[in-house]
């Protein structure tokens, strides 16, 4: 089976998107599999759930956990159970959580925990080299399309010496069309959270790269692309 195992939809504060949108584009791709992680909260899984009576694509859900130590991808095998974040630890507006004391309770509490982008330093707080000490992964995700060139290159080194396995994930955010370059590819066909779940902690996975990436952009890019058509625009060529 194909999932994707990072994708985002309007539970997430940052984003927009419809996951009814997110599923039908999703079965275009020939993907068997979406798995949810909305950035801090699994609050609405109950809304994602329902949907799988109207799509072929499985639907799983977990959440993205940012911290002061990078961003973790946590699974429960039953999210409708397990307590949120703000629950736990309060606000994180005006300090990150820690990841020391965030990930040592949710995995006593039966998470599975995948480190996500952790060589990505677009994004505050990167994980870098302290992803190779965390005794608490389960996986690495090493083929994340929205990182920088040799950002996930050195994810898998960091897997291979870990001797972990590795997943890959679209990290879908800001549009549909940024499904379809990225999945997760389970062994063993899994129908239910708790095979999902299981399965990742198993290390039945393998990362997959899906088609032809598209030019990879980042906030300011397009604003710096309009800048430079304006000055080429104004240029006057000696005749």
């Known amino acids: 089976m194909l999932i994707d195992l990072h994708v985002h939809s309007y539970l997430s504060r940052d984003c927009q998107l419809d996951p009814k949108t997110v599923l039908q584009r999703a079965e275009t791709f020939g993907l068997d599999g979406i798995a949810f ?19 072929k694509v499985r639907i799983f859900v977990g959440l993205e956990l940012a ?36 990930l040592a309770k949710l995995k006593g509490l039966g998470a599975v925990i995948v480190a996500a982008r952790p060589y990505d330093r677009d994004f505050p707080h990167p994980m870098m080299d302290a992803v190779r000490t965390n005794k608490l992964l389960s996986a690495i995700e090493v083929w994340n399309p929205r990182v920088r060139p040799g950002a996930n290159e050195a994810a898998l080194e960091a897997a291979l010496a870990m001797k972990l396995p590795g997943v890959a994930g679209s990290d879908t955010r800001t549009s549909v069309d940024e499904l379809g370059y990225a999945a997760t ?14 399965a990742i902690a198993a290390g039945k996975v393998h990362p997959v790269q899906m088609g032809e990436l598209p030019p ?13 058509a304006k000055k080429k625009k104004k240029k006057r060529w000696p005749r």
């Open 37 to 55: 992680t909305e950035t801090n909260t699994q609050d609405g899984c109950d809304e994602l759930f329902d949907l799988q009576r109207s799509t």
């Open 67 to 102: 911290t002061d130590k990078g961003q973790y991808l946590c699974f429960f095998e039953n999210p409708l159970k397990a307590p949120e974040p703000v629950q736990l630890w309060g606000s994180n507006r005006e300090k990150p959580w820690p990841a020391d004391e965030c």
């Open 185 to 198: 590819l389970f062994r063993t066909p899994v129908k239910t959270q708790v095979e999902f779940v299981r």
């Open 216 to 228: 990879l952009r980042r906030p300011g890019d397009a604003r710096a692309e309009e800048a430079r």
